[in-house]
């Protein structure tokens, strides 16, 4: 295999654990196994694999409601991250973030957040760390088009610039902010010319293409690590609703049809069969990923719940004063009143 | 000798000063903390000490600041973030409310966010209703945050570089009418340690709850009613996130007597919170219904005598506290 098909291959495995691991996702939800139903799946998406496998083992990130598909794409263990989304003792976070607060110190994965642009500035703040620590790390803040609508993106970007702080801003232009399509958002759709407005380099990606995402990021990332930070906004689209419970009554179906021939990962299924891969090896890969995900899907179902008494711990550090729990404060106070 | 007479802002410099002497790992970050010197000037003369990779003057941003000093403070920095006016936390509340106070937990403890978040609140210099407010109600409702204000110069030093040693955010308010109070900094003794409230005057008819400037304008209260035969008890909480309930309790539970003094407007203020308790703790030991004199619940006027009276003086908490004792009713009594 010629190292070009040999890195369109791992591309292409990134991308179908992803929209594996997010088929699970649903299922979990349809199962009623999940915690709750805001679970947003990040398929048609998958193209951001290219810009997680050009970041360094050590390299940092922050995600936005809809980031499964980068976790699982930085190394994530599908069934602790379907434990987590399931609210179980043995997820990520033993089951206090769930879909959209998860996270993981070891892997650089400095969180997920519900606040659309709420983790960008933490991007930010990590690469400023790097640079005062001289550590060789760059930090890669991933968001929706929705948060390019909201102001903290430019006040990080301008920080970013500022300071020459190792940062990769990417948005993941999916088409929608829940409902709103982007053209209904914003006047200006140039969004590479804001940051270029900042000073940062600046460019608009087709993630349709996960070789081309992936060049660019390994391109925008090595700048990052010199000083040199950039934006690049991956324009693909959203295959379903918002979140598990959108049937998107704001979009038709040809609309929807369309965006969905815009599949990154029938189209880097089709460039490797036209380079020579075999159908047959591919549905192998195929099917080896659907059994790890149907496995960790099945071990996150069977995963125990927390015990409620962890409710009051981590609030702070474990050496530091605690919370009351409400029925010791009442037991106080009316032990001694029926006295 | 570790004791000198100083003042609250040297007091805070120096604690920023020490703090930063022994763990390199502390960074300084908000607007106009370094060539200018901060807007009160407790951070002159910093950034010739420290050089800008560790004072780092920013841009207008606060969200921007904040959010940058939290992820920092997740990958092994100690940043203290300056909010020049505690008025502008509206613009940093999401950053500080939904981030810094609750990464520790929605990410089930694996990680902390040691930062400081220093701001200054209150009336007292003509500053108006977007620069003159005490908002600690709002962060001290959060999970998560830590929040300390103090009255002395003492405090202001040992608070400040205790906030400076914890795993988890701290949120401290200062005063900007306390900067230029003079008063004993013992860099070797902290009053007591954080969490804990102070006595700051015994007393057995009443018990006066209060923090922040108003521990002075409490204690001159004291002195008044002193004069009139009444023993007031002077408590100075220091930190509201941790609460020392016990102190509190104890103290009410020995005067019978309880009033809660701030700053902060009236409803849905912390002096509420303070009140609840008291009763839920000492309701059998209560001569009185617990008592707050707070802040009016208007926007801070700029005039000088109607800023004055929009906020509680030693006069307004005597009186308060000889009607509470003596049934002595004030002038302005109907």
């Given at each position: 295999?010629?190292?070009?098909?040999k890195?369109?291959?791992?591309?292409y495995r990134?991308m179908?654990?992803?929209r594996?691991l997010?088929?699970?996702?649903?299922e979990?939800f349809?199962?009623?196994e999940?915690?709750?139903?805001?679970l947003h799946?990040?398929i048609?998406?998958e193209?951001?694999?290219?810009?997680?496998r050009a970041?360094d083992a050590k390299?940092?990130?922050?995600?936005?409601?809809?980031?499964?598909?980068?976790?699982v794409?930085?190394?994530?263990?599908?069934?602790?991250m379907?434990?987590?989304?399931?609210?179980?003792a043995?997820?990520?976070?033993?089951?206090?973030?769930?879909?959209?607060?998860?996270?993981?110190?070891g892997?650089?994965?400095?969180g997920a957040?519900?606040?659309?642009?709420?983790g960008?500035?933490?991007?930010?703040?990590?690469?400023?760390a790097?640079?005062?620590k001289?550590?060789p790390?760059?930090?890669?803040?991933f968001f929706?088009?929705?948060?390019?609508q909201?102001?903290i993106?430019?006040?990080?970007?301008?920080l970013?610039?500022?300071?020459s702080?190792?940062?990769?801003?990417v948005?993941?232009?999916?088409?929608?902010?829940?409902?709103?399509r982007v053209?209904?958002a914003?006047?200006?759709?140039?969004?590479?010319?804001?940051?270029r407005?900042?000073g940062l380099?600046?460019?608009?990606v087709?993630?349709t293409?996960?070789e081309?995402?992936?060049?660019?990021?390994e391109?925008?990332?090595?700048?990052?690590?010199?000083g040199?930070p950039?934006?690049?906004c991956?324009?693909?689209?959203?295959?379903?609703?918002?979140?598990?419970?959108d049937?998107s009554?704001?979009?038709d179906s040809?609309?929807?049809a369309?965006?969905?021939?815009?599949?990154?990962?029938?189209?880097?299924?089709q460039?490797?069969s036209?380079?020579?891969?075999?159908?047959?090896e591919?549905?192998?890969?195929?099917?080896?990923i659907?059994?790890?995900?149907?496995?960790a899907?099945e071990?996150a179902?069977k995963a125990t719940?927390p015990?409620?008494e962890t409710?009051f711990?981590?609030v702070?550090?474990?050496?530091?004063p605690?919370p009351?729990?409400?029925?010791?404060?009442?037991?106080?106070?009316?032990?001694?009143?029926?006295? | 000798m570790t004791a000198?007479?100083?003042?609250y802002?040297?007091?805070l410099?120096?604690?920023?000063?020490?703090?930063?002497?022994?763990d390199?790992?502390?960074?300084?970050m908000?607007e106009?903390?370094?060539?200018?010197?901060?807007?009160?000037?407790?951070t002159k003369?910093?950034i010739?000490?420290?050089?800008?990779?560790?004072i780092?003057?920013?841009?207008?941003?606060?969200?921007?600041?904040v959010?940058?000093?939290?992820?920092a403070?997740?990958s092994?920095l100690?940043?203290?973030?300056?909010l020049?006016?505690?008025?502008?936390i509206g613009?940093?509340m999401d950053?500080?409310?939904?981030?810094?106070?609750?990464i520790?937990?929605?990410?089930g403890?694996?990680?902390?966010?040691?930062?400081?978040?220093?701001?200054?609140?209150g009336t007292?210099?003509?500053?108006?209703?977007?620069?003159?407010?005490?908002?600690?109600?709002?962060?001290?409702h959060?999970?998560?945050?830590?929040v300390a204000m103090?009255?002395?110069?003492?405090?202001a030093?040992?608070?400040?570089r205790?906030a400076?040693?914890?795993?988890?955010?701290?949120v401290?308010?200062e005063?900007?009418?306390?900067?230029v109070?003079k008063?004993?900094m013992?860099?070797?003794?902290?009053?007591?340690p954080w969490?804990?409230?102070?006595?700051?005057r015994?007393?057995?008819?009443?018990?006066?709850?209060?923090?922040?400037?108003m521990?002075l304008?409490s204690l001159?209260a004291?002195?008044?009613l002193a004069?009139q035969?009444v023993?007031?008890?002077?408590?100075?909480?220091?930190?509201l996130?941790?609460l020392?309930?016990e102190t509190?309790?104890?103290s009410?539970?020995?005067?019978?007597?309880?009033?809660?003094?701030?700053?902060?407007h009236l409803?849905?203020?912390?002096?509420?919170?303070?009140?609840?308790?008291?009763?839920?703790?000492?309701?059998?030991?209560l001569e009185?219904p617990?008592?707050?004199v707070?802040?009016?619940d208007?926007?801070?006027?700029?005039s000088?005598p109607?800023?004055?009276?929009?906020?509680?003086n030693?006069?307004?908490i005597?009186?308060?506290g000889?009607w509470?004792v003596?049934?002595?009713?004030?002038?302005?009594?109907?």
């Amino acid at each position: 295999m010629s190292s070009d098909n040999k890195l369109l291959h791992a591309l292409y495995r990134d991308m179908r654990r992803i929209r594996s691991l997010e088929e699970r996702v649903s299922e979990l939800f349809v199962r009623s196994e999940s915690a709750g139903s805001m679970l947003h799946l990040s398929i048609g998406e998958e193209a951001v694999a290219g810009v997680c496998r050009a970041m360094d083992a050590k390299d940092s990130f922050t995600t936005h409601h809809r980031g499964h598909g980068i976790f699982v794409a930085r190394g994530a263990e599908p069934a602790r991250m379907l434990a987590e989304i399931a609210g179980k003792a043995d997820g990520y976070c033993r089951g206090k973030g769930g879909s959209m607060h998860i996270a993981d110190m070891g892997l650089g994965h400095l969180g997920a957040n519900a606040i659309v642009g709420g983790g960008i500035s933490h991007a930010v703040g990590a690469a400023l760390a790097y640079k005062r620590k001289k550590q060789p790390h760059v930090s890669v803040a991933f968001f929706g088009d929705g948060a390019m609508q909201q102001g903290i993106l430019y006040e990080s970007m301008n920080l970013a610039a500022l300071w020459s702080l190792p940062v990769v801003f990417v948005c993941i232009n999916n088409q929608y902010g829940m409902g709103t399509r982007v053209d209904r958002a914003t006047a200006n759709l140039a969004f590479d010319e804001r940051a270029r407005a900042f000073g940062l380099d600046g460019m608009i990606v087709d993630a349709t293409d996960v070789e081309l995402v992936h060049e660019t990021a390994e391109r925008m990332i090595a700048n990052a690590r010199q000083g040199k930070p950039g934006f690049m906004c991956l324009t693909c689209y959203r295959f379903y609703g918002h979140a598990r419970m959108d049937k998107s009554p704001y979009r038709d179906s040809e609309e929807e049809a369309a965006g969905r021939a815009r599949d990154p990962l029938g189209k880097a299924r089709q460039r490797l069969s036209e380079r020579g891969t075999k159908a047959a090896e591919l549905d192998a890969l195929d099917a080896e990923i659907a059994t790890e995900m149907d496995a960790a899907l099945e071990s996150a179902i069977k995963a125990t719940m927390p015990p409620v008494e962890t409710m009051f711990e981590d609030v702070f550090a474990p050496d530091q004063p605690k919370p009351t729990p409400l029925r010791t404060r009442l037991n106080a106070m009316l032990s001694e009143a029926s006295r | 000798m570790t004791a000198i007479d100083t003042t609250y802002r040297e007091a805070l410099r120096q604690a920023l000063i020490d703090a930063m002497n022994e763990d390199p790992d502390i960074v300084v970050m908000g607007e106009e903390v370094g060539l200018y010197g901060g807007a009160y000037g407790v951070t002159k003369g910093m950034i010739e000490q420290f050089g800008p990779e560790r004072i780092l003057d920013t841009p207008i941003s606060e969200a921007g600041i904040v959010g940058a000093a939290v992820g920092a403070a997740m990958s092994g920095l100690r940043p203290v973030a300056e909010l020049m006016y505690v008025d502008f936390i509206g613009l940093v509340m999401d950053q500080l409310a939904n981030q810094a106070a609750k990464i520790r937990y929605m990410f089930g403890g694996q990680i902390g966010v040691p930062m400081v978040l220093r701001s200054q609140g209150g009336t007292g210099r003509s500053a108006a209703a977007q620069h003159s407010q005490s908002l600690e109600a709002w962060m001290a409702h959060i999970p998560g945050l830590r929040v300390a204000m103090p009255a002395t110069v003492n405090d202001a030093y040992h608070l400040l570089r205790h906030a400076l040693t914890l795993p988890d955010p701290v949120v401290f308010l200062e005063h900007k009418g306390l900067y230029v109070q003079k008063g004993v900094m013992d860099t070797a003794k902290p009053d007591a340690p954080w969490g804990k409230a102070v006595v700051r005057r015994t007393g057995a008819d009443i018990t006066i709850v209060t923090y922040s400037k108003m521990v002075l304008e409490s204690l001159a209260a004291a002195e008044l009613l002193a004069a009139q035969g009444v023993s007031a008890e002077v408590l100075d909480l220091r930190t509201l996130n941790p609460l020392d309930d016990e102190t509190i309790s104890a103290s009410v539970r020995r005067t019978h007597r309880a009033m809660v003094v701030t700053e902060a407007h009236l409803t849905g203020g912390f002096s509420a919170e303070l009140s609840a308790r008291i009763h839920e703790s000492c309701f059998d030991h209560l001569e009185e219904p617990v008592t707050r004199v707070a802040g009016e619940d208007i926007p801070i006027p700029v005039s000088p005598p109607l800023e004055r009276n929009a906020v509680p003086n030693a006069q307004l908490i005597a009186e308060t506290g000889l009607w509470l004792v003596q049934r002595k009713a004030p002038a302005w009594a109907s």
